[in-house]
């Protein structure tokens, strides 16, 4: 098992950064897909982008795509989703998950853990 822990959201202006952190105890997170999703009110929770078991892949979801990265320091056992140009469209919950899975899956249902969830707000 995995407990995951989401840091680093809050405020921003358009077109700023924010780097968040999923810091995950227990088992390490190189044994899992690992993922971000976002929620925002009213709407379903999406696929932001993903991280293979092994690393070696990664996909983003087409609205994200060039200005989200992920990544993962497996010494200090923790993901994050580096944001640039943010829009105030990328308003939303994010939430971290690990997946007991090789491949990254964009379906929320594939996932076996969750964050508690980091709020991030754009400014127009």
């Known amino acids: 098992q995995v407990q995951l822990v989401e840091s680093g959201g809050g405020l921003v202006q358009a077109g700023g950064s924010l780097r968040l952190a999923c810091a995950a105890n227990?088992?390490?997170?190189?044994?899992?897909?690992m993922s971000w999703f976002r929620q925002a009110p009213g709407k379903e929770r999406e696929f932001v982008a993903g991280?293979?078991?092994?690393?070696?892949?990664?996909y983003y979801a087409d609205s994200v795509k060039g200005r989200f990265t992920i990544s993962r320091d497996n010494a200090k056992n923790t993901v994050y989703l580096q944001m640039n140009s943010l829009k105030p469209e990328d308003t939303a919950v994010y939430y971290c998950?690990?997946?007991?899975?090789?491949?990254?899956?964009?379906?929320?249902?594939?996932?076996?853990?969750w964050g508690q969830g980091t709020q991030v707000t754009v400014s127009s």
């Open positions: 998950a690990a997946a007991d899975k090789r491949a990254i899956a964009s379906r929320s249902a594939a996932y076996d853990y």
């Open positions: 991280l293979s078991r092994s690393g070696g892949s990664t």
């Open positions: 227990g088992r390490t997170i190189s044994s899992y897909a």
